[in-house]
Every structure is written in structure tokens, then in C-alpha cells.
């Protein structure tokens, strides 16, 4: 697998878009850590943080898709950077009102979520047109998955670094620029401004139409309130165990943890439907979120936080491929806008009840919500089984417009099971 990773990385433009993409979504994955951090710097409450963050999610939640199908209608440079640039605004505006003006900073929380450039789906609409062939895409999916931890494990550290170095609001501010500077670098490649959405069918559900997709949308919802509930009480373990520091450290560990899982599952191919496979791996990722509860020393913890980000990557990449599987045509971006979408709706629902939890019963109670939200993803997969396994239209091969050769468009092709 690590020479698959290193041929698909040598294709023209490969890695541009892949670390463009990384760098332009870490404004979208330190938000919640980040906000945690510059409302407790300000002296608000757990339940605020909780709130803004909430906010910023369940904004961004309602955004993605939005500009998911403005990009397959419209293309990538025309949505991409705007909406880059106006999200910046949102938190820089946030950064400097800080928690004395509620209303402000929640309405410039809800500005920088809402117009987070979907660059996760696009990147993944891109790839057929980059790579061309079905197991290359498959490839980078997992590769995809596996890049992502490595963000998860940098993003905490990154931010907790510039608090120490200058202070919660710089972090805000640096992460905001670093993130319109990483979608410049995507929209101005050659297959950003090329690729096309192929033609799709028009109805005002778009990609919700496919209930293979709904189903699968269903359990990452509560695998996102897992998540997000690990991060406020990681917020409140921290600051009865050495503070800032060893919060960055645990949230690392949850990135660090799901690259190693990652690694060790795309190094093999995989046989079997990978919607039973999808079942496995969130039955183990919810027994991973039980041992937090124990809540031991810092060094301890951090490697209880590793252990329950283990199946979290592999997760995403066999969840790729049923994405891939159930999409509509000409919904791609939309579709994987989606997972996208209600991770991070999840991930705000996690933030909202953990703060108040935390608040009752310290952060050992905090712990157990990611547990039962563990259980309650499985459980929904085990309900949609028969859905999950009709098997929908994928994208994985790119075709070119007659008219025009370097025009890079959706394909439409049915998937294999290579994740």
C-alpha cells in the first residue's frame, strides 16, 4: 500500500491538491479546539464554548451541502475561494469580539461555518480526473482517510502552539489565513478549474434522494457526537491535569491513533460487501470510547485517547466507498458534502450536551457520551442493512468532454469494493 500511496502521489498534480486540501480545511478542523480554547482564554463558561461551537457547526453543517451542489453545478474556482475568503472574515471578526458581544460572535461564528469551502468533497470529486483509474482512486480514498489523522494529529498541536507562543485569538487568526492561502492553491490548479460536474437529474433533494446514502449519513451522525463530545471533556480532564499542553496532547492522540488504524487498514485489500465490514469497525470503534471513562493520569490517558481513534480512520475510507456507491449522478461534491456535513452537525450535538454533562458530573461523565454514541451509529447500521447493501452508482474513472479534452468531468461508473 505504501507504494500505491507513492504512485498516486506522483501523478501531475496529485499532491498539490491533496496537502492544498489539508492545509485549506484546517480552519474547519482546529474550529472547535481552537474556539474551546479562546473562550475559556476569555473567561467564558464550558456551556459557552460548548455553544459557539456549536454554532460554527451546525452552520458549517448547513453550508457544506449548499456549496457541495454549487460546485457541481457551478465548478470549483467560483465557489471555492469566495467562500474561503468570507469565512475568514466570519472568525478574524469573531477573533477580535470575543465573548463580551454574544450576539456578534455568534452571528460571526455562524458566518465562518457557513461559508467553509467544501474542499473535502471536492478533493475526492477530483481525484477520478487525476488518477484515471479504479484502483488508483480507490487507493487514494484510503490515502485520502489516512492524510486527514495526520492533520488530526498536527491541527491540536499547531494550535495549542500558537496559544503558547502568542495567545488563543493569534491561533484564530493564523489559522484563518493559513486557510485561505491553502484553497488558493487548490482552485488555481489545472484540474480544479477544469472538472465538471457530470449532467444530473433535477430534484430538490439531490444527493438525499439515494437512501443508501441517508443510511449511511444516519450512523456518521453519531459517530461526529462522539467526537465532538471528546472534545470539550478532554477540555475539562486538561484543566485538572497540566492544562492546555496535555489537552493538545489527548486530541493528538485521538488524530495519532486513527493514522495508525488507517495505515495498518489500507495496507491490504479487502474482500467481502463493505457495508458489513462498515459494521465491524464502528462495533470496535465504540468499544474503544469505553476505557476514557477510567480516566487515568495524563500519559495513561493519551494512550487511552489513541486506542479510541484506531477504527476512526478506517471508518471514513470503507465509508468513502458507500458514498461513492450511492451517489447520484452528478451529485458527488454534494454527496460527500454530506458526510462532511453530518459529521460536523454530530460533532456540535457532541460539543452542546458534553458541556453541560461535564458541567453535572466531571469529565469521567463527559467520557461516557462518546460511548453511547458509539453504540447508537452501530445500531443504525444494523438497522439500514438491506438498504446499505443495494448497491447505487459510483464515481471512479475519468472520462473527458468530446468538445473539450481538458475538461475533466464526473464520471459514471459503478464502483468495486477496494478501500
Given at each position: 500500500m505504501?507504494?500505491?500511496?507513492?504512485e498516486?502521489l506522483?501523478?501531475?498534480?496529485?499532491?498539490?491538491?491533496?496537502?492544498?486540501t489539508?492545509?485549506?480545511?484546517?480552519?474547519n478542523?482546529?474550529a472547535?479546539i481552537?474556539?474551546?480554547l479562546?473562550?475559556?482564554?476569555?473567561?467564558?463558561?464550558?456551556s459557552?464554548?460548548g455553544?459557539?461551537a456549536?454554532?460554527?457547526?451546525?452552520?458549517?453543517?448547513?453550508?457544506?451541502?449548499?456549496?457541495?451542489?454549487?460546485?457541481d453545478l457551478?465548478?470549483?474556482?467560483?465557489?471555492q475561494?469566495?467562500?474561503?475568503?468570507?469565512?475568514?472574515?466570519?472568525?478574524?471578526v469573531?477573533?477580535?469580539?470575543?465573548?463580551?458581544?454574544?450576539?456578534?460572535?455568534?452571528?460571526?461564528?455562524?458566518?465562518a461555518?457557513?461559508?467553509?469551502?467544501?474542499?473535502?468533497?471536492?478533493l475526492?470529486?477530483?481525484?477520478p480526473?487525476?488518477l484515471?483509474k479504479e484502483e488508483?482512486v480507490?487507493?487514494a480514498y484510503?490515502?485520502?482517510a489516512?492524510?486527514?489523522?495526520?492533520?488530526?494529529?498536527?491541527?491540536?498541536?499547531?494550535?495549542?502552539?500558537?496559544?503558547?507562543?502568542?495567545?488563543?485569538?493569534?491561533a484564530?487568526l493564523i489559522l484563518?489565513?493559513i486557510?485561505?492561502?491553502g484553497?488558493?492553491?487548490?482552485?488555481v490548479s489545472?484540474?480544479?478549474?477544469?472538472?465538471?460536474?457530470?449532467?444530473r437529474?433535477?430534484?430538490?433533494?439531490?444527493?438525499?434522494?439515494?437512501?443508501?446514502?441517508?443510511a449511511?449519513?444516519?450512523?456518521?451522525?453519531?459517530?461526529?457526537?462522539?467526537?465532538?463530545?471528546?472534545?470539550?471533556?478532554?477540555?475539562s480532564?486538561?484543566?485538572?491535569?497540566?492544562?492546555?499542553?496535555v489537552?493538545g496532547w489527548?486530541?493528538a492522540?485521538?488524530?495519532?491513533?486513527?493514522?495508525l488504524?488507517?495505515?495498518?487498514y489500507?495496507a491490504?485489500?479487502w474482500?467481502?460487501a463493505?457495508?458489513?465490514?462498515?459494521?465491524v469497525?464502528?462495533?470496535?470503534?465504540?468499544?474503544?470510547?469505553?476505557?476514557?471513562?477510567?480516566?487515568p493520569?495524563?500519559?495513561?490517558m493519551?494512550?487511552l485517547?489513541?486506542?479510541?481513534g484506531?477504527?476512526?480512520?478506517p471508518c471514513?475510507?470503507c465509508?468513502?466507498?458507500?458514498v461513492?456507491?450511492?451517489?447520484?449522478?452528478g451529485?458527488?461534491?454534494?454527496?460527500?458534502?454530506?458526510?462532511v456535513?453530518?459529521?460536523?452537525?454530530?460533532?456540535?450535538?457532541?460539543?452542546?450536551?458534553?458541556?453541560?454533562?461535564v458541567?453535572w458530573g466531571?469529565?469521567?461523565?463527559?467520557?461516557?457520551?462518546?460511548g453511547?454514541?458509539?453504540?447508537?451509529?452501530?445500531?443504525?447500521?444494523l438497522?439500514?442493512?438491506?438498504?446499505?447493501?443495494a448497491?447505487?452508482r459510483g464515481?471512479?474513472v475519468?472520462?473527458?468532454?468530446e468538445?473539450?479534452?481538458?475538461r475533466a468531468?464526473e464520471?459514471?461508473?459503478s464502483?468495486?469494493?477496494?478501500?
Amino acid at each position: 500500500m505504501a507504494a500505491g500511496y507513492l504512485e498516486i502521489l506522483r501523478a501531475r498534480h496529485a499532491a498539490r491538491l491533496l496537502v492544498g486540501t489539508l492545509v485549506g480545511r484546517l480552519p474547519n478542523a482546529t474550529a472547535a479546539i481552537a474556539v474551546v480554547l479562546f473562550v475559556r482564554a476569555e473567561g467564558g463558561t464550558y456551556s459557552l464554548a460548548g455553544a459557539l461551537a456549536a454554532v460554527y457547526g451546525v452552520a458549517n453543517a448547513v453550508g457544506q451541502p449548499l456549496l457541495g451542489r454549487l460546485v457541481d453545478l457551478y465548478g470549483q474556482p467560483r465557489v471555492q475561494l469566495p467562500a474561503a475568503l468570507v469565512s475568514a472574515f466570519g472568525m478574524g471578526v469573531f477573533a477580535f469580539v470575543g465573548t463580551d458581544r454574544p450576539a456578534l460572535a455568534c452571528a460571526a461564528m455562524a458566518v465562518a461555518g457557513l461559508f467553509t469551502p467544501p474542499l473535502e468533497g471536492g478533493l475526492r470529486a477530483l481525484w477520478p480526473s487525476v488518477l484515471r483509474k479504479e484502483e488508483q482512486v480507490h487507493t487514494a480514498y484510503a490515502m485520502d482517510a489516512v492524510a486527514q489523522e495526520v492533520m488530526f494529529t498536527v491541527g491540536p498541536l499547531l494550535v495549542t502552539l500558537c496559544v503558547s507562543l502568542w495567545s488563543a485569538q493569534a491561533a484564530l487568526l493564523i489559522l484563518s489565513v493559513i486557510g485561505v492561502l491553502g484553497a488558493l492553491s487548490v482552485v488555481v490548479s489545472p484540474p480544479s478549474r477544469a472538472w465538471r460536474s457530470a449532467p444530473r437529474e433535477a430534484h430538490w433533494l439531490g444527493a438525499l434522494r439515494s437512501p443508501g446514502l441517508v443510511a449511511l449519513l444516519g450512523a456518521f451522525l453519531f459517530i461526529g457526537m462522539a467526537l465532538g463530545s471528546i472534545t470539550v471533556a478532554a477540555v475539562s480532564y486538561a484543566d485538572g491535569h497540566g492544562g492546555d499542553a496535555v489537552y493538545g496532547w489527548l486530541m493528538a492522540g485521538i488524530g495519532l491513533g486513527a493514522l495508525l488504524g488507517g495505515v495498518v487498514y489500507g495496507a491490504r485489500r479487502w474482500g467481502g460487501a463493505p457495508e458489513r465490514r462498515l459494521r465491524v469497525l464502528v462495533a470496535l470503534l465504540a468499544v474503544c470510547y469505553v476505557p476514557l471513562m477510567l480516566v487515568p493520569g495524563p500519559v495513561a490517558m493519551t494512550a487511552l485517547t489513541t486506542l479510541a481513534g484506531v477504527f476512526l480512520a478506517p471508518c471514513i475510507a470503507c465509508a468513502f466507498v458507500l458514498v461513492d456507491r450511492h451517489a447520484p449522478t452528478g451529485t458527488v461534491t454534494e454527496a460527500f458534502s454530506w458526510l462532511v456535513t453530518t459529521f460536523t452537525v454530530g460533532a456540535s450535538v457532541g460539543t452542546g450536551i458534553a458541556g453541560p454533562v461535564v458541567e453535572w458530573g466531571g469529565a469521567a461523565r463527559g467520557f461516557a457520551v462518546p460511548g453511547v454514541a458509539g453504540v447508537a451509529a452501530l445500531v443504525v447500521l444494523l438497522a439500514t442493512g438491506r438498504v446499505l447493501a443495494a448497491t447505487g452508482r459510483g464515481a471512479v474513472v475519468a472520462v473527458s468532454s468530446e468538445n473539450d479534452p481538458n475538461r475533466a468531468v464526473e464520471p459514471r461508473f459503478s464502483s468495486g469494493d477496494r478501500a
